[in-house]
């Protein structure tokens, strides 16, 4: 009996050698071949259509080892694009480049679009990455055929974009992220139907949320621009969103520092505001007059997705008032004199942010 179960655990073992050498044989390179093949991989594709697109390809040696390894690892967030694999890669190196979009053309380039920047920053930043002027890009902006366009292709964009008092009607639509573009020659175009494919791909899983809420997307998009500016951390934007969700119940100005910066296109950091811009109406501004009640006429930044989460499911308080101390951290208060109560601490305790 006694060798009758050693003969048994042995041949398990052994088969469970051979199911590893197996598998480990399977996750490695189809071949030493290093020429480029050129793959697509669709917006929303999941590990199965992408598993199969690769082995059509033969850059895997099976679906359904890649499968298991993306299950293993825990690997969730490949991204949508056109990438340049090699049958000599094996599955950690072709994985990693489909999370991290990196697409390995040597005529490839990235450009990253940062949480909380506004607008003039992506069109700095196309202009130093492509062949494209910043005049360029602001003409695209400019372009209502092009505009309303996009409002057709996209369910999110809608015409409250094309307001004449919106500085720029894609802000805070294009999802800050790092992309990936062919060469230095890609259109402004093609650049921003990357950044609002990537929106809409974030979008999608609050759309219910968004469809049954009493605020448009626009409404969302702009609170969710100014969480971004303001929170520092997901905690702090759902409880900042709530603050701004209050005052505008009660029918209260948002008294948001980051409004009248994006008003009078002044970066925030760069000076204090002055108090003829703090007083001066703008459709942008919730310090000034006629505010009350009232969002900005549209985003001041762009967003990312804890912001967006923030302005759908806000915290459920009662704040009305929060103030950040010089490292950043947010007081929140419900009343006036709670709040000049913190302002005074933090001012005597060394902890107020000067410029």
Sequence with gaps: MKKIIIIAIAAILILLGIIMGTYKILT??????????EVQIPLGSGSSQIAKILKENNLIKSELVFKIYVKINKITNFQAGTYYLKESMDLKEITEMLQTGIMHDPNQIT???????????LVSTIADKTNNTEEDVYAVLANEEYID?????????????????????LEGYLFPDTYSIAN?????????????????????????EIEASDYTIHEILTLASI??????????????????????????????????????????GDRDLYQNEIDAYNPYNTRGPNME?????????????????????????DYLFFVADKNGKLYFTTTNEEHVQVINELQNSGQWYEY
């Design 28 to 37: 490695m390179p189809v071949s030493k071949q290093i020429e480029e093949k």
């Design 111 to 121: 450009i990253t679009y940062l949480e909380g920047k506004p607008m003039w920053y």
């Design 227 to 268: 969480v971004e500016t303001e929170g520092l951390n997901n905690t702090d934007r759902k409880n900042v969103a709530s603050v701004f969700y209050n005052r505008l119940n009660l029918g209260m100005s948002l008294g948001s520092d980051v409004t009248t910066y994006y008003a009078i296109k002044v970066d925030m």
């Design 149 to 169: 366009s996009l409002i057709q292709k996209y369910w999110f964009l809608t015409d409250e974009i094309k307001n004449e008092d919106i500085y720029y009607p």
């Design 293 to 317: 009640g009232k969002l900005p006429v549209g985003p001041i930044a762009s967003v990312g997705k804890e912001s967006i989460e923030a302005a759908i499911e806000p915290n459920d308080t």
């Design 184 to 208: 230095k020659d890609t259109t402004v175009e093609e650049i921003f139907e990357k950044m609002l494919d990537k929106m809409d791909e974030v979008l999608e899983e609050y759309k219910e």
